[in-house]
């Protein structure tokens, strides 16, 4: 039974296993399936690539509509794209709102993905279908289009899974939920929290929505069907179940709603099992459904200002393909009807009252609802409200609070613009709810990068803030007094922070959020229903409550520099009441606070100080004091200001450093505790406050040194004039060795010796760093990240001769040797020949050399200030601002210290009433100007960043208020140093990992470059911002890398350098010019010499032009190229500037390195330059703006102004020129009339055509399209130029990319390239701007020259991209009175009536008319980069005069034309007729390069015209003959016939009936009035009619067919053609087939005859309706063969059915001989059919036939399914088959392999391509099939054989027991088996396990037996006695 059952299953797969290979062999592969709906393929899922190039694609159709960006890149580095749609892309309307869709942010929940994919083309389309709806919402609408945020889940993610079970691809390529990897809104996060621990595909979508104002979004997930809204999460975090409202929630149920309701079944909610939203119509709150933890959506809500619903759509997540258009169906209107609710609420622009300014920043909030959304850059702002009236709040800092009240109304948006008025200086006004101090905000920032061209929005990195709210008030006995000042914002307004501030001491209120722009609160703020969390108002009573300090007493370590962790403890809060006691605080429903206080300008983070209040011990010298910190936006610095009072109080000592319940909890400690003072906190001994002389310095420097030597050591730099030591105590947690990658720091104090404060103020911060080490740790990471040096005093000598309570006087500023040490370092700007360097400043210059310092500070006294660089100007002038490279980010660090001071940031110091400096720093030169100032030095001599701190008023104050000035700048000095820790630092390494010291790192836009030290490490300090940092070493190539500076901490960036290969390059792709790997500017005279040397190196294409004629005497050039023999002229002419602009000199290096590039390629004969110098007249004019160019200034990247650039040469191009360099540019482009000019310019890498004129109305140009292949064919070749990231985008935010009008960018006023277009017709200028610098370093120039070589020569190519020619007539003479037209514009006829025309690719008509000649027009074809040669031969209106040819004549006629054009054309004999002559054949191929063989060799199609078949058709042959003329005459002359014979091989046969046609008629000489013989004659010699023999019915016949006939049958069998025309006298009209009777003489090929013959007939001027003679009826000139001579067995036929050719009749004319006079008029009728005719093999379909291997095939059968014709593939698998446009089945049959059928759309022309399996069935089947089938039945049958024998084998099994018989009765115990014959033994059988035993009896001997089966030891034995007389043994 188990093998028959093993059988049955195994034949039953075998069955399957067959029929499913049968099935899937039969299956058509090239069937398509549906699922395109409404021209939306729905048939599949997109790949990434798709998706790309759909985008692509998109913007190069829809360059208006579409645009394409990346915000970033996936784990796996796929771009994380954008498609953007709008009315007009490029450009944002004001207040016009931006809305997006997300797809597929898990990768496995794909049904998003291809909706939004379909959306994109669905409003494409319907925009240009004048789709009112669309065209109203894409008009008014930004949109942002995802398809997917997880690329690379999707990649993995599998088609059909339903449900996400391990890697289904959910999750990005590190494994993480990205819809869980945003932060939450419950924990708070600082800004480096913010972006720790993300993903990357997180942080660019929380940039993307934090830097652009989107207004709603919608996220589309999968997995259910239902629309969830914010909040996702709660802060308890239950699993369901628990609702989270946002102060919109009604508004978001509406919105959820709306989508639900459109959809097709998310309204049902139940669709999906666990679903359970029907009562809801399909919406549900987020957290109700269940818990989501950092989701996007409410990251949107929080961070952003748009209002985000998550979307699920499908219950399947990646369902199958099939699905997709029912998808499509239910979320269409859905989708867009969410789009149009952007339109809802209410908009506006804020703008200053006074200035009209739009204001940034600005919190517009709505009195009704607790949440605000912030103005973008532009001062728009959006507010989505239901109807109902509202009062709109905007807030701003500096600016009075306004309120507008407005009514919305359903489905509108209303308009509200809002003014607001600044306060008055010093009169800020604030909210009852608002503490007496302003609310600051700390921020982040974040970039995203675009793909293509960046819109207005898109592209501008738009601050968002991360923020930190702490509200404090100072008590009522506070005085402000000394704290009224200033700080700036980013409009550089002063504003008064402190003036006539109240203080109360009612509410001490904490805001802490790091929400942009959005504010949590903890408190009970007025509107606010409820509080998630909330901390009660603490009382100011110290026994029982907390001050309001202590709420600003958080710290965070490293980086952050006190900036604190807010809790992330959301279950529980504590807080203190008003009583004292502890409570405890639950989550509740949400409050978001809409008082949102603005930025003093763009936000940056900050850090906070932790406060410590006094005890009363120290209250003589320093009160109590709270403190408020604010931020310098720009710069990300912080201030805060103390405030000193006369309580003296103690409080307790900062407990809370992790979160705001720590700090609730400790305002339960009493104050009894006694902790330090300030003063003392942070020491473990006692602090010296006095000044310390040179014997005690030593000795304190010592003692710190002996006391931890594991932290510091004492060394000496040198010594003063006096013999001093200048001691240094250096700082780090490994002392005495630099450690790689740590940054070296340094102060300086004492440099002046009577300016003491800083000289003690180190000595103190000594003993604070190595005593706080371990303990603080703050200063811990500063010892053990940072090496310290700190050298108390510079001038020992002077402090020495100083005096204490000297404030203000000179006694001890100099050293021993009366020199101001700060005047004696050797100054940029004058030289300081004669001065001597005093020991001092020797020994500082070589202590600053020995150490990579990167950051410094010298302290100083006398005034109250932060300096900066410059400290002089070139003038030596006072107040100047001297701006050096790095001004942003001194400024910075200026600020780092101001900021952390108590009274530097008031910017008004010592009393002094005219100095005033805001924010408490100044430029240095601006303050008064230093000559040999040390900072000064530091920063051009080495890595090291230098500022000059003023710290005192007094300069050598007495030594009690020494305690005073360590407070006030201990946090200073400590800020300041944690600055070296911001910025880039990294490593440079080779590719073997060795360290390269001495490496230059540069910063674009920025002219001073640090080097790395001899550990490869560098640090280079920057303000936070994107930036393009460079790493660049002798002998290596340069490597960029784009830097995102953050706020807080240093971004590390390593470096591994490649060995340089321009050399290498040189060699292979530049000659090996050396000269142009040089990195250096070549000045004028240099200039002109290398022009001179270029000349005299290749004087065969070179010529340098100067002082030739008065343009060239002010402006030299080149003009290359290969001189012609002989002839006109009619090369492309490029001309290329360099140096317009004399600030832009990279064009003046480019031009010559190219003029070097092209000699040296035409000396070494490379083919490519020797093609580009024989086709093109190249002049090159480096330098324009000569004069300019010495006034430029290295290293400038910008223009100040726009002025600049139009004081330039290039900007000198009015109506009337008056600059002598432009007057002559000008003359020169007159002169040349190049048809293309290049100009090379910098400022950005993109490129610019006109319109430039800012005024051009419209912007755009007639000659758009070409301007636009001119500009792409060097963009292209660039290999940045087109890239998504603009790489200059990090020198300014605006940069320009991609191609673009001069007018768009507003500064090109009086330029060339709109002069040139406006004044020099048919002169095209382009610019190429290739540096984001004007005039970028030296060492970029082998870079820059790599990078556009090839751009230049691209450029070059492309300027013969279009159209040339010569209109000559037809004895070969210039045509000069000709017009020509090409596409409808006239072109100008030049020199010898020559033409040329630049134009786009594609499809074009030339037209040439002419009064006394035929007029021409010409279709044709435009390749990219090539020129399309147009020449046009006229002919003559007149009539030509032909005579008729005897057999004889015609065959001379026709050798000589194949003599003549022996190249092109091949004469062969199709065979001979009865008496012997031979049908003569021309073939015309102009492709073959030999003779051809008389078989097809070429990849063309072959058609035949043949000159008739007999006596009647003698016209015809005269009419072939002329034919061969024209066509063979006028190759290479005219434009209409070298198309035709490219693309077509001729055979042309004067007749196949030489014999009847030999002599020449009679009648054909005679008088006009005798009548013509109209009878149809084909007979030949013997009087056989040749037309009715065409009959193949087997070898019979075709043995005794006409010799004709049977050279004719061989002929069209060898030749194949595709289509055939038979010249044919006595009729008018053209005939198909059939000619034989048939119902109604319909061929299944009809259609396609009639429009053949249509065409000719057409172009020909046959009749339409009815012949001449005969009277016969016609259908657009043609009819059926039959009507006109019915009759069987003819030519036309035989082709049709025997043949692959579709052949018809022409009859020419009623008589087949006229007369000779009229031959030259029939033939000038016939000319245009016969020449349109050749054209015609393109109709309908070809294409290849080839097996799978793409190997062609030949011989394979093409049918059209209802037609017999069949046409063969050729030698290259190529065939032809002429169609008419519509749907066609085609068929392909080839012994051998499997026939393939495929359905065919026929536009006309169509390339169609079967690749053919082969048949390797057997008896039918496949073979492998076969394979199968035969080995499973033989396996079966071993099966069989195998079961059978087995079945036996059981039957006969036994298990025996058997004796043997001993060999001898006395040898019992002998085991020998061996036995004599005659024995007989006895065999006990065991049968069926012993149940019956049987005894055999067999013959039997006297002996005992032994038993086999025993194995005993025992030698058991069983013996059986003889039952039977023995018997006598046989012997």
């Known amino acids: 039974m188990s093998c028959w059952h093993t059988f049955n299953i195994y034949l039953c797969l075998i069955v399957l296993v067959a029929c499913s290979n049968v099935l899937s062999s039969t299956q058509d592969t090239s069937t398509v399936g549906g699922g395109v709906v409404e021209g939306i393929n729905l048939s599949k899922y997109h790949a990434y690539e798709e998706v790309m190039a759909l ?208 959809h097709g079944t998310m309204s049902r909610g139940n669709l999906c099992p666990g679903d359970n939203f029907s009562k809801s119509g399909g919406v549900t709150n987020g957290a109700y459904w269940y818990d989501v933890e950092g989701g996007m959506q409410d990251f949107n809500y929080v961070y952003g200002s748009c209002a985000e619903i998550t979307f699920e759509l499908s219950c399947c997540k990646y369902p199958m393909a099939s699905s997709l258009p029912l998808e499509w169906a239910n979320n269409r209107e859905s989708l867009m009807a969410f789009m149009e609710l952007v339109h809802m609420g209410v908009k506006g622009v804020v703008k200053d009252a006074d200035t009209g300014e739009e204001l940034e920043g600005i919190s517009v909030s709505v009195k009704e609802l607790n949440y605000n959304v912030t103005t973008s850059k532009h001062g728009e702002y959006w507010r989505l409200l239901l109807p109902g009236n509202y009062t709109l709040v905007a807030k701003g800092y500096g600016y009075e609070t306004t309120t507008n009240a407005v009514s919305i109304v359903k489905d509108t948006v209303s308009r509200v613009d809002l003014r607001m008025k600044r306060h008055a200086q010093g009169n800020i006004k604030k909210s009852s709810t608002e503490s007496s101090l302003p609310i600051m905000k700390f921020t982040s920032e974040s970039t995203y990068t675009p793909l293509s061209q960046r819109s207005e929005d898109v592209p501008a ?231 310390h002389h040179y014997p005690e310095l030593e000795a304190f420097l010592e003692k710190l040194a002996q006391k931890y030597p594991n932290l510091a050591q004492l060394y000496s730099v040198g010594s003063s004039v006096r013999g001093r ?232 104050p007495p030594a009690e208020d020494l305690r005073t000035y360590w407070m006030e700048n201990k946090n200073s000095l400590l800020a300041f140093m944690e600055q070296v820790h911001t910025g880039v630092k990294g490593f440079i390494f080779d590719k073997s990992g060795n360290p390269i010291s001495n490496a230059s790192i540069s910063v674009a836009g920025i002219d001073h470059d640090v080097v790395s030290a001899a550990d490869g490490d560098y640090w280079r300090l920057l303000v936070p911002g994107e930036y393009l940092v460079t790493a660049h070493a002798d002998g290596y190539e340069a490597s960029s890398v784009k830097v995102d500076v953050p706020h807080l901490w240093a971004v590390q960036v390593n470096f591994t350098l490649k060995v340089d290969d321009s050399p290498t390059w040189s060699a292979e792709e530049d000659f090996g010019v050396t000269e142009n790997l040089m990195n250096e500017y070549l000045n004028n005279s240099a200039l002109n010499a290398a022009m001179a040397d270029i000349e005299n190196k290749y004087k065969d294409v070179a010529e340098f032009l100067a002082n030739d004629n008065a343009w060239s005497m002010k402006v030299h050039s080149l003009r290359m190229g290969a001189q012609i023999e002989s002839g006109i ?302 020449s046009v031969t006229m002919d003559s209106l007149k009539d030509s005069s032909i005579m008729y040819h005897s057999y004889y004549g015609t065959e001379d006629k026709i050798r000589k034309l194949s003599s003549n054009y022996s190249k092109i054309s091949y004469l062969y004999s199709i065979g001979r007729s009865a008496q012997s002559r031979q049908i003569m054949a021309l073939e015309i191929d102009v492709t073959q390069g030999t003779e051809p063989q008389g078989i097809e060799q070429s990849n063309l199609p072959s058609v035949a015209v043949i000159g008739g078949l007999g006596k009647s058709d003698r016209g015809g042959k005269e009419l072939v003959l002329e034919l061969a003329k024209y066509l063979l005459s006028r190759y290479g002359h005219d434009a209409a016939v070298n198309k035709i014979l490219k693309n077509t091989k001729v055979h042309l046969v004067p007749t196949l009936n030489p014999d009847s046609t030999a002599d020449i008629s009679e009648s054909s000489k005679q008088d006009k009035g005798t009548e013509c013989d109209m009878k149809i004659n084909t007979k030949n010699s013997n009087g056989i009619e040749l037309d009715t023999h065409f009959i193949v019915k087997g070898m019979e016949v075709e043995d005794s067919s006409p010799p004709e006939v049977s050279a004719v049958r061989k002929w069209m069998t060898d030749h194949k053609f595709t289509l055939a025309l038979i010249l044919r006298g006595g009729a008018q009209g053209v005939a198909v087939p059939y000619s034989a009777l048939h119902e109604t003489f319909l061929s299944p090929d009809a259609q396609i005859f009639h429009k053949l013959g249509a065409t000719y007939s057409a172009a020909a001027g046959l009749p339409q309706d009815m012949s001449a003679c005969g009277n016969i009826k016609l259908v657009n000139g043609t009819t059926y063969d039959g009507v006109i001579n019915p009759h069987s067995g003819s030519l036309l036929d035989c082709f049709y059915e025997h043949s692959t050719t579709l052949a018809f009749n022409v009859y020419y004319g009623c008589c087949g001989s006229p007369r000779e006079e009229v031959l030259g008029h029939l033939w000038r009728r016939h000319k245009v059919g016969l020449l349109r005719f050749l054209t015609l093999s393109s109709i309908g379909a070809m294409g290849y036939v080839t097996d799978q291997n793409n190997a062609p095939l030949l011989g394979a059968m093409i049918k059209v399914e209802g037609s017999p014709h069949t046409v063969l593939s050729l030698d290259h698998g190529t065939w032809w088959r002429p169609l008419v446009p519509g749907a066609h089945t085609l068929t392909v049959k080839l012994d051998g392999y499997l026939e393939q059928t495929k359905l065919v759309q026929i536009m006309g022309g169509d390339t169609v391509i079967f690749k053919l399996k082969r048949d390797d069935r057997v008896m039918g089947l496949p073979r492998m099939v076969f394979i199968i089938l035969a080995g499973s039945i033989m396996l079966l049958l071993m099966i069989c054989c195998l079961c059978i024998a087995t079945v036996r084998s059981q039957q006969q099994r036994r298990k025996v027991y058997g004796f043997h018989q001993l060999n001898h009765s006395v040898d019992i115990f002998n085991d020998s088996s061996s036995a004599s014959e005659g024995e007989t033994t006895t065999d006990l059988i065991s049968v069926g396990g012993g149940a019956k035993n049987k005894i055999k009896k067999k013959r039997m001997s006297s002996r005992s037996y032994h038993d086999l089966v025993s194995s005993s030891s025992d030698e058991e034995e069983f013996f059986i006695k003889d039952s039977v007389p023995p018997k006598k043994t046989q012997r």
């Not at 709603?216 to 809204?229: D, F, I, T």
């Not at 403190?627 to 710069?635: E, G, I, V």
């Not at 492309?1132 to 190219?1154: D, K």
């Not at 009008?1301 to 095209?1324: C, F, P, R």
Request: proline fraction near 5%; glycine fraction near 6%.
């Open 461 to 691: 990195r738009v601050d968002k803030t991360s923020e930190l709210y702490v509200t404090s008030v100072i008590p009522e006995t506070t005085s402000l007094a000394t704290l009224n000042g200033s700080v700036t914002n980013s409009s550089s307004q002063s504003i008064s922070l402190f003036k006539d501030i109240k203080a109360t001491n009612d509410t001490h209120e904490a805001k802490f959020s790091i929400s942009p722009p959005h504010n949590i609160t903890f408190g009970n703020d007025a509107g606010s229903s409820s509080a998630v969390k909330y901390l009660d108002s603490f009382s100011t009573d110290s026994s029982s409550s907390i001050a309001a300090q202590d709420l600003l007493n958080i710290s965070l370590n490293d980086h952050l520099a006190n900036l604190s962790h807010p809790s992330t403890k959301n279950v529980e809060q504590h807080a203190t009441t008003n009583e004292g006691k502890s409570k405890t605080i639950h989550d509740a429903q949400s409050s978001w606070s809409s008082d949102h206080p603005s930025t003093i300008s763009d936000a940056h983070p900050v850090t906070t100080t932790s406060v410590m209040s006094l005890s009363a011990s120290d209250a003589s010298h320093t009160s109590p004091r709270n403190s408020t910190r604010f931020t310098d936006f720009s710069n990300g610095v912080s201030l805060t200001i103390y405030n000193y009072s006369s309580v003296g109080s103690t409080t307790l000592n900062n407990p809370a450093t992790e979160t705001v319940a720590k700090i609730a909890e400790a305002s339960t400690i009493t104050s009894t505790q006694q902790p330090k003072g300030p003063v003392e906190e942070g020491f473990t001994s006692t602090p010296e406050f006095w000044y």
């Open 55 to 262: 985008a692509e694609g998109l913007k190069s159709q829809h360059p208006h509509l579409v645009d394409y960006y990346s915000v970033g890149k996936s784990v796996q580095g796929r771009d994380l794209l954008v498609i953007k749609i709008s009315e007009d892309v490029q450009h944002r309307g004001i207040t016009e709102p931006m809305v997006k869709y997300v797809g597929n942010m898990h990768g496995d929940e794909t049904v998003g993905r291809e909706v939004v994919i379909a959306l994109i083309q669905y409003l494409l389309q319907g925009y240009l279908d004048h789709n009112s709806r669309i065209t109203k919402l894409l008009n008014t609408t930004e949109v942002h289009i995802m398809p997917s945020m997880n690329p690379d889940g999707f990649k993995i993610a599998k088609e059909g899974a339903c449900d996400s079970y391990g890697r289904s691809g959910r999750e990005n390529a590190n494994n993480v939920d990205l819809n869980r990897n945003f932060p939450s809104q419950w924990k708070f996060p600082s800004e480096q929290e913010l972006y720790t621990n993300r993903e990357p595909e997180t942080l660019a979508v929380m940039s993307w929505i934090v830097n652009n104002p989107f207004v709603l979004s919608g996220n589309l997930h999968g997995g259910s069907v239902v629309a969830s809204y914010p909040f996702d999460d709660t802060s308890l975090h239950k699993d369901c179940c628990y609702e989270s409202k946002t102060p919109d929630d009604e508004l978001f149920k509406y919105m959820a709603s709306v989508y639900a309701s459109k």
């Open 725 to 956: 030591e200048l001691f240094v105590l250096e700082i780090s947690d490994h002392p005495g060795i630099h450690e790689p990658g740590e940054p070296e720091f340094k102060y300086i104090g004492n440099m002046h010796g009577n300016e003491a404060v800083g000289r003690e103020t180190l000595l103190l911060l000594m003993q604070y760093l190595l005593e706080g080490y371990g303990t603080d740790q703050r200063v811990t990471n500063l010892v053990n990240n940072t090496r310290i040096h700190i050298m108390a005093s510079m001038n020992p000598d002077g402090f020495e001769a100083a005096t204490e309570g000297d404030f203000g006087g000179s006694t001890g500023r100099s050293n021993a040797n009366q020199v101001d040490l700060n005047r004696n370092f050797p100054d940029q700007f004058f030289l300081s020949k004669g001065v001597e360097r005093q020991p001092e400043t020797l020994a500082v210059m070589r202590w600053v050399k020995q150490h990579p310092f990167v950051l410094s500070a010298n302290l100083h006294g006398g005034s109250l200030v932060a300096n900066y660089p410059w400290d002089d100007n070139p003038f030596g002038q006072n107040g100047v601002y001297s701006k050096c490279p790095d001004d942003e980010i001194f400024k910075k660090l200026a600020k780092a210290y101001s900021f952390a001071h108590p009274r530097m940031p008031i910017g008004k110091p010592c009393n002094s009433a005219d100095i005033v400096f805001r924010d408490g720093i100044t430029n240095g030169a601006k303050w008064y100007s230093v000559s040999g100032g040390m900072q000064d030095w530091n920063y051009l001599n080495s890595n090291c960043f230098e500022i000059t701190l003023e710290i005192s008023c007094q300069k050598y």
């Open 1129 to 1430: 002229d009619n090369r492309v002419r490029v001309l290329i500037l360099g140096g317009l602009y004399g600030a832009q000199p990279v064009g003046r290096e480019l031009v010559i390195r190219l003029a070097r590039h092209l000699g040296s390629g035409w000396a070494k004969k490379n083919r490519e330059v020797q093609k580009l110098l024989q086709d093109t007249q190249i002049f090159l004019v480096p330098a324009v703006d000569s004069k300019g160019f010495d006034k430029a200034e290295a290293g400038m990247c910008g223009y100040s102004r726009p002025s600049e650039l139009q004081s330039e040469v290039g900007g000198s191009f009015t109506t009337e020129i008056i600059d002598e360099y432009a007057e002559a540019t000008a003359n020169m482009l007159s002169q040349i009339k190049p048809h293309a000019v290049l100009s090379l310019e910098s400022g950005g890498i993109f490129m610019r055509f006109p319109h430039d004129d800012p005024s051009a109305n419209p912007p755009t140009t007639p000659d758009e399209t070409v301007f636009q292949f001119l500009t792409e064919a060097y963009a292209r070749a660039h290999p940045t130029m087109l890239q998504s990231e603009n790489p200059c985008l990090v020198l300014n935010k605006q940069a320009p990319s991609g191609i673009l009008h001069g007018q768009a960018l507003g500064v090109y006023k009086n330029s060339l390239l709109e002069y040139t277009y406006n004044n020099l017709h048919d002169i095209l200028m382009v610019a190429a701007h290739v540096s984001c610098c004007n005039y970028p370093a030296g060492r970029e120039l082998t870079t820059l020259w790599r990078q556009n070589k090839d751009s230049l020569l691209s450029f070059i190519h492309a300027a013969h991209q279009g159209v040339a020619g010569q209109v000559i007539n037809e004895d070969g003479q210039p045509v000069p009175s000709a017009k020509v037209y090409v596409d409808s514009n006239v072109v100008e006829l030049k020199e010898e009536a020559t033409f040329r025309k630049l134009l786009p690719t594609g499809a074009h008509t030339l037209k040439v008319i002419s009064n006394d000649l035929e007029n021409k027009t010409l279709n044709f074809v435009v390749e990219a980069h090539k020129e399309t040669p147009a």
